[in-house]
């Protein structure tokens, strides 16, 4: 202070300050605080929410992005890609992620990871919004299993998500068609699943599909379910008619497949597990399948099979029991002939039974041809000439044997309609043919020749003589005798007679059989029964006469 | 620069005067024991030579803007949804993609307003706080000099912030594009902010203070 304190302008003195006591503590320091305490707990915060590392192996990286692409299920971002690098080998692609704390717990052995990129197919577009923003990586948490920290990347998603309920099937079919992933299944024309993985078998020899079938109807699918491909329109001219399947408009553009139970449904167990399913072409062929249990005949036509052909019914009684399996011809060279072996299969378990089968199958077959049993070709269809073979229990027909010496047991056959039509008549006029005709005339004619032998012999003329002897003596006595006997013997002659007519009736009605070509044959065997009869009635008498001359004085009656 | 070398000039502190802040009345100044305790008998505001715990407060508020420093670098200031990609960009972030992208003149912008000048403003009051302490006698002129230039150019940092919200407002083109603010730009205001206010506690007298032969008479 070596400078004297400026004096103020006033003559006042310059006032004292008031004194007040403050506060240690400055209050500056709570935003420090504040700080630190935001600080720390957005630290905390990043470290709580920082998960796992994880290594996802991909075949290609297309659409991936470091540091940008992320990994989403259900669309919730549940980490980032953060490095991107090729395989030692480079025949992979390592894709490192962080992976948020929530989901690391379900980053299991089952976990699945598959890139989304952008899907369109018909029925289905789908990863729409990848197209601009780039791909991303799905991820499909694992349900238990040990934590990994590696897992090998699907090069396609799962169609259905694990926590979906229902079950999954497998099926194998000879070819894929126009089915795919995502193809819909259907039971009763009623969506209930989709194909969820299609992939080649590992010999080649066909397709495995894997098909999500969703709650509650996987309860449908039963052991005896059968699966066929819905694909497009299936037309069909057959024996019943032109048929035309069609699904619905969907799946008649891009596939599917339905499914139906056969037999009673309500008895029907369910699949066994890992069951594989046949996936049939076409419903029909489902159907058929129905029938797994098929027992092989052969048939021997010697007619035209024209309008047979494989796959046409083989029927009972009108009902189908299986179907024609193929048709060859044959030819012998020993006797230069031709035979037309026709192959069918039938199914035993589409006859129901009335109780247990007692005696072995094939028994039951050989029991029904000796029953009569014979398997026939028919025209099934008049317009389109489809034919079909039709079993039918023939008892008048002689009397066969399953032949076993061929490959198949071979079932005797009786021609076709129209075939046995002309056999008919043929046989009728052969059996005409063979008629003991001259025979018969011969019968008549000897018989005839007796009666007038008879009444020309010597002793019909000294019995006569006799007669005229003692009519005189009896004129008398007999005078009052019955005018009967006379009649009865004229009744007998009248007879003959009459019999000879019906002789010649009859040959006149053989003319007219033969004139008109109508089978009336059993008549004729009547008539010519009775001819013989009459030839018989007409000797009878002729001995009689012989024996008893008198008889035809007395009668036969009043004889002593 | 010939007023800045006059270093022993009539003060009021030298003086035993002080003037209130509130209504520059002079007053006398009060005895060491009631220092920082005293009270215009004008307008009643608090009377102090310096502006009362300069440093400290300084510090203080230089540690939380230190704090919020970081989050507000780590975390995202903008999530740009373009076209259903969603991109999140931390501030150093966006100014490699301008970079990248060919615009240098904005990346040099948001790189100079939003990294430079937070970080220069951190370090420099940082600086000036280390030598009033350690009574630094070393070029006041330019410690001053960078003060002011450190009070003038902070509010700028602001632009980025001031840009964030500009566009979240603006482009809101629904599936097109969508810019939200992140997080990391509340703490970069809060940066901002709280440096400005640590430019404004500090008081650069301070620097002069030290070279005062009489420490006793400048404190405070």
């Given amino acids: 202070m070596n400078q004297p304190p400026i004096e103020p302008a006033v003559d006042e003195p310059i006032p004292e300050p008031e004194i007040q006591r403050a506060k240690r503590f400055s209050i500056v320091w709570l935003i420090p605080l504040l700080a630190v305490l935001i600080g720390g707990w957005l630290a905390v915060k990043a470290i709580r929410e920082t998960g796992p590392t994880i290594t996802i192996v991909f075949k290609s990286a297309e659409g991936l992005v470091p540091g940008k692409t992320e990994i989403k299920y259900k669309d919730v971002t549940v980490g ?92 194998r079919a000879e070819q894929l068609g126009s089915l795919d992933i995502g193809s819909p299944v259907y ?33 449908q699918v039963k052991q005896s379910s059968r699966f066929y491909n819905a694909s497009g329109l299936d037309m069909k001219i057959g024996t019943d008619g032109v048929r035309i399947d069609t699904p619905s408009l969907a799946s008649l553009l891009v596939g599917g497949i339905s499914f139906f139970t056969a037999g009673d449904i309500k008895t029907s167990s369910p699949p066994a597990a890992n069951q594989i399913f046949t996936l049939y072409d076409n419903r029909d062929a489902a159907n058929a399948a129905t029938f797994s249990y098929r027992e092989y005949y052969l048939l021997y036509f010697e007619e035209t099979v024209r ?70 070709q028919r025209t099934g269809n008049l317009l389109t000439g489809q034919s079909y073979v039709s079993m039918r229990i023939q008892p008048e027909a002689e009397p066969q044997v399953i032949r076993t010496d061929d490959v198949y047991p071979v079932l005797p056959t009786i021609p076709n309609t129209v075939e046995e039509i002309t056999a008919t008549v043929k046989r009728l006029l052969d059996r005409f043919n063979n008629l003991p005709m001259e025979e018969t005339l011969a019968d008549i004619r000897e018989a005839a020749r007796q009666v007038k032998d008879m009444t020309g012999s010597k002793t019909l003329k000294s019995a006569i003589d006799n007669i005229d002897q003692s009519f005189a003596e009896f004129r008398k006595v007999t005078s009052d005798l019955n005018g009967g006997t006379l009649p009865k013997i004229n009744g007998m002659l009248d007879q003959a007679r009459e019999s000879l007519a019906r002789g010649e009736e009859a040959l006149a009605t053989a003319n007219t059989v033969l004139g008109e070509g109508a089978p009336i044959a059993y ?16 000797e009878a008498l002729a001995d009689y006469l012989e024996r008893h001359p008198d008889a035809i004085v007395f009668g036969k009656g009043n004889q002593e | 620069m010939a007023m800045n070398r006059v270093h022993a000039a009539h003060t009021a502190a030298r003086s035993g005067l002080l003037n209130c802040h509130g209504c520059s009345l002079l007053v006398r100044r009060p005895s060491v024991a009631d220092r920082g305790h005293a009270r215009c008998p004008r307008c009643g505001a608090r009377l102090h030579l310096r502006k009362p715990n300069s440093i400290v407060r300084t510090w203080a508020l230089l540690i939380a803007a230190f704090i919020f420093y970081i989050p507000a670098n780590l975390l995202p200031v903008t999530i740009t949804t373009y076209l259903g990609s969603t991109q999140s960009d931390t501030i150093m972030s966006g100014v490699i993609f301008f970079m990248k992208t060919g615009s240098w003149g904005i990346a040099l912008i948001i790189f100079v307003a939003s990294i430079v000048v937070p970080i220069a403003k951190l370090i420099v009051l940082s600086g000036l706080l280390l030598s009033v302490q350690r009574r630094s006698r070393w070029r006041p002129e330019e410690r001053t000099r960078l003060y002011r230039i450190t009070e003038l150019v902070g509010r700028w940092s602001m632009l980025d912030v001031f840009v964030v919200t500009v566009m979240v407002a603006l482009v809101r083109l629904g599936f097109l594009t969508t810019i939200e603010a992140g997080s990391g730009v509340v703490y970069f205001a809060a940066v901002v902010v709280i440096t400005m206010i640590s430019a404004m506690t500090f008081d650069p007298r301070l620097i002069w203070d030290a070279l005062e032969k009489n420490d006793e008479s400048t404190a405070h």
């Fill in chain 1, 187 to 219: 039971y009763r024309q009623v969506k209930v699943g989709r194909v969820t993985n299609a992939d080649m078998a590992e010999d080649g020899t066909g397709v495995l599909l894997e098909i999500f079938v969703e709650a509650p109807y996987h309860h």
């Fill in chain 1, 523 to 538: 008549n004729l065997n009547r008539m010519l029964l009775e001819l013989q009869d009459a030839a018989r009635a007409v």
């Fill in chain 1, 80 to 171: 980032k890609v953060q490095r991107i690098q090729l395989s030692e080998d480079l025949a992979q692609v390592l894709v490192t992620a962080a992976m948020s704390r929530e989901v690391a717990v379900h980053l299991t052995q089952d976990t699945l990871f598959w890139i989304v990129r952008a899907r369109v197919a018909v029925g289905e577009v789908s990863g729409i919004s990848t197209l601009l923003s780039g791909a991303y990586i799905g991820m499909m948490p694992g349900r238990s299993g040990k934590v990994l920290h590696r897992f090998e990347g699907n090069e396609k998603p799962p169609a259905i998500f694990r926590d979906t309920p229902g079950q999954q099937f497998n099926l």
């Fill in chain 1, 307 to 376: 309008g047979l052909a494989a796959g046409a019914p083989v029927d009972f009684y009108g009902i189908k029991i299986g179907e024609v399996v193929s048709i060859r011809l044959l030819f012998d060279q020993d006797t230069l002939t031709f035979r037309i072996p026709v192959l069918i299969a039938i199914e035993p378990d589409r006859i129901e039974l009335a109780g247990e089968l007692a005696i072995p199958e094939y028994q039951v077959m050989e029991k029904l041809v000796g029953k009569g049993l014979r398997a026939q």
